[in-house]
């Protein structure tokens, strides 16, 4: 079966603070695809990341950064100096050699000037 | 850049009515799906179609529901009678190679459907 665990209900920060979002995953297919998508009040969801499980590189882009730990089956991620805009849901998602991508139950973050 | 797009942004219906939510795909994507989100919950996974047919659905997606692809470039989601705990967004989503560097979905902005 697959499982994606975000721990963190909700998240509340002042702007300029770091932010590490959990993000765990469970699977028993040895190729799969993770991703961190961005849902804002308007509410569509925004993707901001794939990462296989062949590539444990972490990746950097602008403020984001994203640590992937096959070893801990975690695939979490950093904003480095929030933003009031980045107040949103995210949302990890597995998807494994299936079709289908399951999301985790998601991180509300509140940023406040 | 080409995005997936879904209407109407909202629809309000009866409960036991018919519903239809369209979407269009970005153009030379192979697979498409259809997500749901409760408000305040996860968005869910209802059902994937490729090659013209159901290639994987969840328990939610019952004989309720059904998709087409009645031309080449609309996506459907009909709901036959709708109850009132079919009241989320739904999202519509495609995706195109299977492997590569742009294997993953793009979502449209979702539909609202609300339940009276």
């Known amino acids: 079966a697959q499982k994606v665990t975000q721990a963190q209900t909700e998240i509340s920060v002042v702007e300029k603070e770091d932010v590490t979002l959990d993000c765990v995953y469970e699977?028993?297919?040895?190729?799969?695809?993770l991703f961190w998508y961005k849902q804002p009040p308007s509410g569509e969801l925004v993707f901001l990341i794939r990462r296989n499980s062949f590539d444990e590189q972490n990746e950097i882009s602008g403020r984001y950064s994203w640590n992937f730990q096959k070893s801990t089956s975690s695939f979490n991620f950093t904003i480095t100096a929030s933003q009031v805009v980045d107040s949103a849901v995210y949302f990890c998602?597995?998807?494994?050699?299936?079709?289908?991508?399951?999301f985790g139950a998601g991180t509300r973050l509140f940023v406040k000037a | 850049e080409p995005e997936v797009t879904q209407t109407p942004s909202h629809q309000v219906t009866q409960m036991g009515q018919e519903v239809i939510l369209r979407c269009v795909p970005i153009s030379n994507h192979l697979y498409f799906y259809w997500y749901r989100q409760i408000l305040g919950q996860k968005v869910e996974f209802l059902v994937s179609f490729y090659n013209n047919e159901i290639s994987e659905k969840s328990e939610i997606f019952d004989d309720q529901f059904s998709v087409e692809r009645p031309d080449g470039s609309n996506f459907t989601l009909k709901i036959r009678s709708t109850k009132l705990e079919d009241s989320a967004m739904y999202f519509c989503?495609?995706?195109?190679?299977?492997?590569?560097?742009?294997?993953?979905?793009?979502f449209g902005p979702g539909t609202r459907l609300t339940v009276l």
């Open positions: 998602a597995l998807r494994g050699g299936g079709f289908k991508t399951i």
């Open positions: 989503a495609s995706r195109g190679e299977t492997s590569g560097p742009r294997n993953e979905q793009f």
């Open positions: 699977t028993r297919d040895t190729t799969y695809y």
